[in-house]
């Protein structure tokens, strides 16, 4: 395991040197010690590493992920795993606003809450958030599935496109064009195997689905108000 | 004959309600929806055609035309980047989707770019092949939408551009209407297909100019520092935008004056948001010789710029580079008169015709309608681009060795004059024959 502590080196020389596995791999677990809440940890992997931030992180940690493992040993900041496109970032703490925004692909886990805005313009990946979700969450969320075990916050799913949510708790309040829908089989079944790849135990009949009803798609007069 | 009518000589048309307006209301009324265009804004504005070159006489010096270097090249992204781009002439192919445009246009504009040396940019929607294959230097967007971003491209980028805003539409988002997102565009977008796709207007994982810096410096983390990082904005409160673009991180600072072409926004907002590209220069110099970045922050300016005469305006103003749209498109064949019947056809006429949003461009330029993409070979495409490239190049040339200067941007704001009181206050030079720049120390 190679040991980076940010009390002696800087963001640059970890980013760098993670990147550098992308060309030649010769390390696969990494440890980053006293991150203390800098920003852009871990951003920009193209390999399959684990790596163990043990504290906090600030913005973006994890950005744009491809491949690799990240573990967050705190909470993190604005942005965790936007447009991750594959592998996992796991946040043991609270996570702040726009957590996976326009993430593609991958698994991004919020042991804790996570801010307003989860999951805004989500393309594909599945976002699992353990506590509950601000207001504006999945926001045009396009694709993937957001499933929050506590209570989500006003607006959810505004302006929706072709995500699943998934919500045990309360819902404040519904976006434009966000309804609640009927679970199906095959959605207790894509929720079952969610919650499982991201190890949270959960009833999946528990939750009840969200999702578009596609009202907004094409323009209608009629809809004026909704816009 | 009645007791009226016999005075009347001739019907008389109001101004504030004239044919086009009262069309429009009876459009609004039939449809209730805004009317949606391309192009830019269409109404008359203070532009470059009020300034004048003073040119070199006795007490300036000119150079020979075809035996003095004038040098054109530009080196953009100085600040920060390992890797600035370089260019060969100061003309650049401003950002426009793959969507709004055919996969053959963008194909055009990377080879007619490449043939010059300087750089093409994508657009709201993601990098094709088959415009990084054609492009030497390509500037990858990236947008609010994030439409097709992924760290592969960004990688594979010779710059970045952050857009904030457009001059056709500052505070505005994109829009893409059903007919054109074909297979191809959905997959690319993520999106289902036929659908009214909308672009965000703010960006989802930053707010603010402190945001910026980061998400700035999380650009520059993933990609190691390699390529420069612009800052795209519309044209508004320049000088404020322009000092927080620099304090945010910028290597390049994009802006787009309210000529500026889209493929698809509402009326209004073309028409009635955002100043004009001339009066936009004067702050945006301001604000970075004030912080001691002009030159340092490479200024990029776009929004109807039209001939040599326009570059070599924009530079004497301060801009570094400038960057074209609508006027690329001309040149590869959009709008072109021998398309008339078929303009004529859908409600239009060459030279009018401004509903890229409907997919249905004759000229095959602004649709992905495989049948009329196909009007447009791409190679023929880049040679007209290209040549048109020339052109302005050479006409701007022509201008900085007649005032003297050996390096494009050696011309100065001294070099011109404005022949209207309007556009001396915007661009700051004085109107000709005088020495009177209004609101300048004080009058
Ligand atoms: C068809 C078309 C598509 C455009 N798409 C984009 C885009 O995706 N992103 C962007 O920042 N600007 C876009 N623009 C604006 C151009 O980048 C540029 O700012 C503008 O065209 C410059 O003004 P000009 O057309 O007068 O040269 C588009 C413009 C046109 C005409």
Same mark, same amino acid.
């Given at each position: 395991?190679r040991?980076?502590?940010?009390?002696?080196?800087?963001?640059?020389?970890?980013?760098?040197?993670?990147?550098?596995?992308?060309?030649?791999?010769?390390?696969?677990?990494?440890?980053?010690?006293?991150?203390?809440?800098?920003?852009?940890?871990?951003?920009?992997l193209?390999?399959?590493?684990?790596?163990? #931030?043990? @504290?906090?992180? *600030?913005?973006? +940690? &994890?950005?744009?992920? %491809?491949?690799? /493992?990240i $573990? =967050?040993? !705190?909470?993190?900041?604005?942005?965790?795993?936007?447009?991750?496109?594959?592998?996992?970032?796991?946040?043991?703490?609270?996570?702040?606003?726009?957590?996976?925004?326009?993430?593609?692909?991958?698994?991004?886990? #919020?042991? @804790?809450?996570? *801010?307003?805005? +989860? &999951?805004?313009?989500? %393309?594909?990946? /599945?976002? $699992? =958030?353990? !506590?509950?979700?601000?207001?504006?969450?999945?926001?045009?969320?396009?694709?993937?599935?957001?499933?929050?075990?506590?209570?989500?916050?006003?607006?959810?799913?505004?302006?929706?496109?072709?995500?699943?949510?998934?919500?045990? @708790?309360?819902?404040?309040?519904?976006?434009?064009?966000?309804?609640?829908?009927?679970?199906?089989?095959?959605?207790?079944?894509?929720?079952?195997?969610?919650?499982?790849?991201?190890?949270?135990?959960?009833?999946?009949?528990?939750?009840?689905?969200?999702?578009?009803?596609?009202?907004?798609?094409?323009?209608?007069?009629?809809?004026?108000?909704?816009? | 004959?009645?007791?009226?009518?016999?005075?009347?000589?001739?019907?008389?048309?109001?101004?504030t309600?004239d044919?086009?307006?009262?069309?429009?209301?009876?459009?609004?009324?039939?449809?209730?929806?805004?009317?949606?265009r391309?192009?830019?804004?269409?109404?008359?504005?203070?532009?470059?055609?009020?300034?004048?070159?003073?040119?070199?006489?006795?007490?300036?010096?000119?150079?020979?035309?075809?035996?003095?270097?004038?040098?054109?090249?530009?080196?953009?992204?100085?600040?920060?980047?390992?890797?600035?781009?370089?260019?060969?002439?100061?003309?650049?192919?401003?950002?426009?989707?793959?969507?709004?445009?055919?996969?053959?246009?963008?194909?055009?504009?990377?080879?007619g770019?490449?043939?010059?040396?300087?750089?093409?940019?994508?657009?709201?929607?993601?990098?094709?092949?088959?415009?990084?294959?054609?492009?030497?230097?390509?500037?990858?967007?990236?947008?609010p939408?994030?439409?097709?971003?992924?760290?592969?491209?960004?990688?594979?980028?010779?710059?970045?551009?952050?857009?904030?805003?457009?001059?056709?539409?500052?505070?505005?988002?994109?829009?893409?209407?059903?007919?054109?997102?074909?297979?191809?565009?959905?997959?690319?977008?993520?999106?289902?297909?036929?659908?009214?796709?909308?672009?965000?207007?703010r960006h989802?994982?930053?707010?603010?100019p402190?945001?910026?810096?980061?998400?700035?410096?999380?650009?520059?983390?993933?990609?190691?520092?390699?390529?420069?990082?612009y800052?795209?904005?519309?044209?508004?409160?320049?000088?404020?935008?322009?000092?927080?673009?620099?304090?945010?991180?910028?290597?390049?600072?994009?802006?787009?004056?309210?000529?500026?072409?889209?493929?698809?926004?509402?009326?209004?907002?073309i028409?009635?948001?955002g100043?004009?590209?001339?009066?936009?220069?004067?702050?945006?110099?301001?604000?970075?010789?004030?912080?001691?970045?002009?030159r340092?922050?490479?200024?990029?300016?776009?929004?109807?710029?039209?001939?040599?005469?326009?570059?070599?305006?924009?530079?004497?103003?301060?801009?570094?580079?400038?960057?074209?749209?609508?006027?690329?498109?001309?040149?590869?064949?959009?709008?072109?008169?021998?398309y008339?019947?078929?303009?004529?056809?859908?409600?239009?006429?060459?030279?009018?015709?401004?509903?890229?949003?409907?997919?249905?461009?004759?000229?095959?330029?602004?649709?992905?309608?495989?049948?009329l993409?196909?009007?447009?070979?791409?190679?023929?495409?880049?040679?007209?681009?290209?040549?048109?490239?020339?052109?302005?190049?050479?006409?701007?040339?022509?201008?900085?060795?007649?005032?003297?200067?050996?390096?494009?941007?050696?011309?100065?704001?001294?070099d011109?004059?404005?022949?209207?009181?309007?556009?001396?206050?915007?661009?700051?030079?004085?109107?000709?024959?005088?020495?009177?720049?209004?609101?300048?120390?004080?009058?």
């Open positions: 395991m040991t980076v502590d940010l009390a002696t080196q800087t963001v640059r020389d970890l980013n760098q040197a993670l990147h550098d596995q992308a060309k030649q791999c010769t390390e696969t677990e990494w440890e980053v010690l006293n991150p203390k809440g800098q920003h852009n940890l871990a951003v920009g193209d390999q399959k590493l684990k790596v163990d #931030i043990k @504290g906090h992180a *600030g913005y973006y +940690c &994890g950005g744009m992920n %491809k491949e690799a /493992d $573990v =967050v040993h !705190g909470s993190a900041g604005q942005g965790v795993a936007e447009n991750m496109m594959s592998g996992s970032v796991r946040v043991k703490g609270n996570a702040s606003s726009s957590a996976g925004a326009t993430s593609i692909g991958g698994l991004l886990v #919020i042991e @804790g809450d996570a *801010g307003s805005r +989860c &999951g805004i313009s989500m %393309k594909g990946s /599945d976002i $699992v =958030v353990t !506590g509950n979700v601000g207001h504006m969450s999945c926001f045009m969320g396009q694709a993937g599935t957001l499933v929050v075990c506590g209570d989500a916050g006003d607006a959810l799913g505004d302006s929706l496109y072709e995500v699943h949510i998934y919500v045990k @708790g309360e819902v404040k309040s519904l976006g434009a064009d966000c309804i609640a829908k009927e679970m199906r089989d095959e959605h207790i079944e894509e929720l079952s195997e969610v919650l499982k790849r991201a190890g949270v135990d959960e009833d999946p009949h528990a939750f009840k689905r969200y999702g578009s009803a596609r009202q907004l798609y094409n323009f209608k007069v009629d809809n004026a108000s909704a816009y | 004959m009645s007791e009226k009518t016999k005075y009347i000589t001739e019907l008389r048309e109001s101004a309600f044919r086009s307006t009262m069309a429009e209301i009876r459009r609004a009324a039939d449809t209730g929806i805004y009317d949606i391309g192009w830019g804004a269409k109404r008359k504005l203070p532009h470059f055609d009020d300034l004048l070159f003073l040119g070199a006489s006795m007490s300036r010096y000119p150079l020979e035309g075809y035996r003095e270097k004038c040098n054109t090249q530009v080196t953009l992204g100085t600040r920060f980047a390992k890797k600035p781009i370089v260019i060969e002439t100061p003309v650049t192919i401003a950002g426009m989707s793959f969507g709004a445009l055919s996969a053959n246009a963008k194909e055009a504009l990377g080879r770019a490449s043939a010059v040396g300087t750089s093409t940019t994508t657009g709201d929607g993601g990098m094709t092949p088959e415009e990084r294959g054609q492009s030497t230097k390509l500037v990858y967007q990236y947008l939408s994030r439409y097709g971003m992924n760290p592969d491209d960004l990688r594979k980028a010779d710059a970045i551009e952050v857009v904030l805003g457009q001059g056709a539409k500052p505070g505005g988002g994109g829009m893409l209407l059903g007919q054109k997102i074909t297979e191809r565009v959905a997959k690319m977008r993520t999106l289902p297909m036929g659908v009214d796709q909308r672009s965000a207007c989802p994982d930053w707010t603010g402190d945001d910026l810096a980061i998400k700035i410096l999380e650009l520059r983390e993933i990609t190691d520092w390699q390529v420069p990082i800052i795209k904005v519309g044209a508004t409160r320049t000088y404020y935008d322009v000092k927080l673009a620099v304090k945010a991180g910028a290597d390049v600072i994009v802006v787009d004056g309210m000529q500026g072409g889209t493929a698809a926004t509402q009326e209004v907002f028409e009635h948001v100043i004009p590209t001339m009066a936009a220069i004067p702050q945006a110099v301001q604000a970075l010789q004030e912080m001691g970045m002009h340092k922050v490479q200024l990029i300016v776009s929004g109807g710029i039209r001939n040599g005469a326009d570059v070599a305006k924009c530079m004497a103003l301060g801009a570094d580079a400038v960057a074209i749209g609508t006027a690329a498109l001309i040149a590869l064949g959009c709008n072109d008169p021998k008339d019947e078929e303009f004529k056809a859908i409600g239009s006429a060459a030279g009018f015709y401004d509903d890229y949003h409907e997919g249905k461009d004759p000229a095959g330029i602004s649709t992905q309608d495989p049948e993409s196909k009007r447009l070979d791409p190679v023929e495409g880049g040679r007209r681009l290209a040549n048109y490239l020339r052109v302005l190049t050479m006409e701007a040339q022509t201008l900085a060795r007649a005032c003297g200067k050996n390096d494009m941007r050696h011309l100065e704001p001294e011109l004059v404005a022949l209207t009181v309007e556009s001396a206050a915007m661009a700051r030079v004085p109107l000709a024959g005088t020495n009177w720049i209004p609101g300048a120390n004080n009058y």
